[in-house]
């Protein structure tokens, strides 16, 4: 178990993470494969540096297929000067790379959910193997995380930034001062129920500041959306004191979703139709979609009521829909957080 | 050749098209695969009748990742009665059902393309089989036929009711009254340049009122455009004749799509991001969006342009995109039509 | 057209099928593929001849999920020597090998059905180019033809031997004299309504004498059906004067499918009860099966009722079933046929 | 160690396992993926309670494959009333619903034997999370298990119930008891050699009464061997006080599988040609079946032979058969059992 | 028939074939389908063009598994400035670009083999309409034609360039120039049993002058193939009069391959033993090499002797062979041609 | 864990490792599946005793797209006679039998890379508990090991012999013995710098004497590798005391891997163009190859330059490459080792 601890990441990093200026490289995992005996899964990375200051970490594709964070991070990555920056930007705008590659939330390698898969393993599967990188020699260099999250290509949400409340009260604190700073419509404080395995917690028990965001979903990303990202992480960096500038304040309705009366569950397989829109304010019992069974014309759709009063904030995507998917998501407004 | 045209098609329906009443049933094509020998394919099908009238042929599902349409024709075969009608309505919510079942554009069994499979044949695929029987037994019953369409998962569209610029101005002008009728947010006048193997064409040239529309995509419906369609459908029934009641008027911006230069196509594979949303007025050369090379970070992005000015109607839906996508379409807003 | 008639198939049999004795070998097809280039399909072929008679050409794995009649065929294939032989016999025991070594209905290379696919086409796919050998080359030398099916992986027979109702009577009376001799347990007079493409009319039309057989199914074979089928193609042989000895005789059963109503259709999707078994005699209107829908517990099954009286005689056989799946076949006993 | 077996289920009922009377209901167990990122595996449950008594605990479905146990119990969800009860009844018709719902013998999930993966881990894959739920939710709750199977796609059984020969003579006589009581064809006494991760020994450790079937095969169930089962739970049932009324004793034969030469496997690929059926009785070293290569006509077969006289018990199903296959087992016939 | 003849190409050119300079582009080609509604195929074009005088095409990736023809293109395209030229030189470096892009010989599309779908057909499968846009806008522009060939993943080949022994004689003369001027290792004159299908019989029909090669094989292509390719595409440019500058004679041999004795096919699967390299000189009926069963060790291996002496000039490739594949090709050494 | 450490291996073996004289047989390892409840995978083995002596365990097939080994070990399990024996040679041609059979590196089951695996697991997937079987049953009988690799599908090799440089140095000196015995035309002294989960590893924890080679590549053997595979066993097996005779001597060329800068990898996705050919001396800093975009004519490729001076030794097979692959190996000659 110790020897396990010490056995190093198999992943090679081709850029200096303390060289001044910008580097472009890769993060190189050694895989071996039918179609590559010798291969690699490379993942892209940009560090931007500056002198002495804080270090802050940017990461999209944690699912690959959320978009918003990507655009941001490419744009980032591309444009960053280093003359703009006090300390060090690392931008890693496909972390699951496999996965961003193909277009899916897991890994094709191994159907691996990279956000259940911390801390991860040396030893394990490719997303093991990435999980472990970030656990061990990335979070480590990090002071302010910032981990883009959208809907992917089977849920859509209202956009949104999130922290996550925490034991420590003065970490809280700051990262919610971050979720204000990074400005997207709708901000939200998450009470994780199981957090195990997440991103998120490796950070957070290491004591990072940490802040995630889901901007939208469906696989796509709109240009209003990709705004969002784009000035929400330039946003974040300057508060953060990472990036020279000032923060445009954007206004902002603070959400709240407090147990699993929030979620709505389809039990039964077919067409659904949603009776609200994102957005819509619902009520307690109110119809909030109908699955139309499709094997024959003529029979009643099974309709689907909220549990609680709020805002319509999540919802499936497809059009289709299959036993066990989560319908919707009311979230509760919070005055004046 | 004679011989094959006078061969029956192989599809059986098990509801009487002239039977009084509602009908709920299938249309049952003999498929034999490795699954099922001696198997089918089930298409559900509802006839309302009521006393002397015109026909009405409702149709959704003809590419198999569109909702809107299926959600309305659910909904109306499940709750259309007799007495609204005054003739014949036939409801197929599921057009290629193989291809609705699997949420997918075209036939998971043939990947055929039922819009571009007429006239169909009553030995080719699945998807020529099903063509055939609509081209030789449904068309001929309709007087008017409503073809629900949406972007599907690859496309998105501002949600129009649309007919064709036709060389029988009487045929277009009474099916334009029909799109009127319907009432969308938008209405176009479509020039078909290419109508080869259409539903819509052969349609047309049997001289019957052909109505179709796009009403979103992304390979879902919101509450909104499910809306749009469930209305648009009782509305161009009654207009039609078929049912009673009144049309409810609508406002709607009618567009054209006059030519190539209304499109623009992807050379590059990458990650999208948008710069205007459908919508929003455009000038001819704009930035409309970027792709961005995602083996590396560091590298810029290319951009692609508008080549007319008009209102950004139907986008590439995925985040990913692939050479020779059509990434924007942007179509010239008519004043009054 | 006429250029297309005469240009030749591109199988090559490595047999020569005028020569004396035993032969051993393949009818080779060429097969470019991404696997192999310059690859082929190899089709096992044995050719015994003793001078001069009739020749007899006994085909199985027309459907390659049929297993008595390539067991009886390599069976006689390996045993059958040339002293036993006044003529010729032909024997193709896997007439459709890929899908034969695929253990599936269809091809696994263009998901052609074989019996489905006469009278093929030099330059179609590769099941058209084995159909056009049959039609142009194998048929043409034949005088009698035995070709196995049983009911595969997803049908269950009672155990018998068929020759179709013809217009030319004389030529009916001994395929039915063939039928007799085979002494399946039961015999079956079938008048195909649709025979088109069928490798039965391909001969028929050719004046053939043309024997088939269902003899069990499920994509096995068990002890007993195999040696009816061993019995039955030496009892065959025999009766056409290609093979020395004496039919033994077996009581036999006739039956008969008069039309659409022997047949038993699933519309909905489940797990699939029998209430009868092959074999039993059923009532019309008498419930079949049941099928239960498996999404949830507490539902009830939706009844299958029967629309004939007789004898259960085919019936769907795995264990969930689709819409459109013929789930039962009821057949008539003929007294003293 | 100690804090994951404190780990909670992630599977949530929705059910109330103590409430009066007939609930329907779900296992509902999260399952993220690529085509639902909030999804979840839904395993219909009834229970059906009545007073004070024991609990049985009904399961099919262990294997996705195999029908008989699932009509039964699909039967009994719809049909038991719960004055018919004293104690309660749970009934799971489909344990490993992934693999049911696609008809394999392991789940298409993660293609896990869910009767190899106890006693399962609560952070596992999707097939270790339900044998954890059955290990430390369903089976502490049960007095009586009877977990039905039959032979699936790939095997076929003469149909038995049994019970493990175990350490606690008590334990194994009373679950003989509900063996006899069940009142199959064949009752079997069974000596697990490798018994590491099955249910059945999960119960079984637990000092559960624990009855198993073998019904049939092939991936079907036939009208006889359904009601084997329906009358077999109803039987056991009763024995076990859960349920009112009277065993109706059937004649069953007793069979022992005492050692490895019980089993004969193939080493060769090829067609299966079997030389006896189920049912018949067999000497030792006796031709059981033949292995025809299927690459060449006129090669001999492959003969293979019973290691030990008995009855045919089990056997391969397909038609072809894999080098280490097993091809037969044989089983001992005891007397007066 | 008629109407289907003069129905234009699907395929649009982003390039101007008669604009002077170098102009670099794509056939675009419509292509809908489920991941790209309104998608396309983009097979990228160059043209270099200097005044007036002869057009030579050149093509690679006809198969898209044979690498030296696109790497000499992609090179050429690059590299060729518009002053080495006299007239035009349009160069297309995978033809089949989706076999291409997937490394495949056929389209992973529609398994097309772009080689053997001549003429074409607009209203086809995407290989045929890419065959008709050659057969009807490509072809009838050039002069020259050189279609780069080698062996793909499952055949390796001595290097060669080759020409088709035709009715015509001078053209046959003028083609075997050029195939001396390319300056292959070897040099083959072919004749074509079958031509039917072929790019090479279009262009040859036309009177074009039309020269091929085989450059090696394996799907891959070392550094010495590349050079061979490389230089004689220059070298036939030169030769054809298109571009300036002299050819660099360099030594051949050339061969004949004048019946079908030349090919040597397996019959058996297994592993396969080369009891020679490609190079050697074989006798006639000489072991070439033999193929073991791999399902049991201790087996003989069966061996296959060559039909008659020669060069050992192409040979499977793949360490297993399969039933039907092409094993080894021996052609003839011709003195002086 | 100690419980884990005793459990047996569920391989039994056919065969009796003491009994004299020759035998030939299976490792058997239960793998029940969805096509085979009770399927094995049977690994075919062979075993030549004679009196007293050392053990020589040979293996190919350890990756499944490698063929020189099981050629010749295919070839000596058939040929070698005991009276050529002095103790015993156990001979595996292909250990990682799935794979074999798959014609792939890694296990078609599990995607086990066999030698990562070890020392394996008695209940883990199928490719650990091959391992396991090698680790607690056949390397514990053995005194020499040689082990067969090649490069596979996706590399290519010099064909070399060679051992590892290890902390016994005795050890290490025999094995050296054995490599200059086996005569390859290379010879290599590797520093394994990650030798987890290699088989290497556990022989040589155990102190047995192991040898391995890599004799080409690219999927495929040539006459001239097979011969060197022969005669290198038997040349080894004469050198160790196994098999009698005299080693032919043959003239090596030792090569050095010194340390990462050996090799180069690709980072960008493209067609390959060797610059350079396997056996050719490069300088530090040239040119090795090329990678060409193949979206778009006319874009420059990006160049690979080798790290240091030595012997082209290694290389990518496939014509096109991924960003990650190993490009090139460059080793260094050692005077006089």
Redesign the interface.
């Known amino acids: 178990m110790l020897q396990q601890m010490v056995r190093p990441s ?1 992943i090679s990093a ?1 850029v200096d993470f303390d060289a001044e200026g ?1 580097s ?1 490289g ?1 993060l ?2 050694p ?12 993942i ?3 560090v931007v540096r500056n002198g002495i200051g804080p270090t802050a970490l940017l990461t999209g594709g944690n ?1 690959g ?3 918003e964070g ?2 941001a ?3 980032l ?2 444009s960053l000067r280093p003359e703009e920056v006090t300390g060090r930007v690392i ?1 890693i ?2 972390m699951n790379q496999p996965a ?2 193909a ?4 890994s094709p390698i191994d ?1 691996g ?1 990279l956000n ?1 898969s911390f801390p991860g393993r040396p ?1 394990g599967t490719v997303t093991e193997k990435i999980a472990d990188y970030f656990q061990r020699v990335l979070l480590p260099m990090a002071d302010v995380v910032l981990d883009f999250h959208s ?6 949400f209202l956009p949104f930034c999130a922290a996550h409340v925490l034991a420590d009260k003065m970490q809280q604190d700051r990262a919610f001062d971050l979720v204000r700073a990074f400005g997207a419509p709708y901000s939200v404080k998450m009470l994780e129920i ?1 957090a ?1 395995g997440m991103y998120d917690t490796a950070a957070e028990e290491m004591g990072k500041l940490f802040v995630t965001t889901e901007l939208g979903g ?7 959306t ?1 705004t969002i990202a784009i000035r929400g992480a330039r946003n974040l960096l300057i508060a953060a004191g990472v990036m020279q500038g000032e923060v445009a304040p954007q206004p902002t309705q603070w959400l709240d979703m407090p147990d699993a009366d929030c979620f709505t ?1 389809a ?3 077919g ?8 957005g ?1 304010r619902v009520e307690a019992g109110q119809p909030i979609a109908r699955i ?1 069974p ?8 099974r309709e689907l009521c909220t549990s609680r009063a709020g805002l319509f904030t999540a919802r499936h ?4 829909v ?5 319908v919707a998501v009311v979230a509760v407004e919070i005055e004046g957080a």
Chains 1, 2, 3, 4, 5, 6 share one sequence.
């Open positions: 198999p081709t910008v472009h890769f190189r995992l895989y071996s494969r039918d179609d590559a005996a010798w291969g690699s899964v490379m892209p990375v940009t699912h297929d959320e978009y990507p655009i991070l490419f744009d990555a591309h931008i705008p496909a961003f590659g277009g899916t939330r897991t159907r959910n259940r030893d809907g992917g290509k089977t849920l859509d199981d195990v469906g696989g796509t990303a709109c240009g209003r990709a569950f039990e039964d397989a067409l659904i139709q949603f009776l609200a829109d994102l819509d139309w499709t094997g024959r014309t003529g029979l009643p759709p995507f497809p059009g289709l299959k036993p066990g998917d989560c």
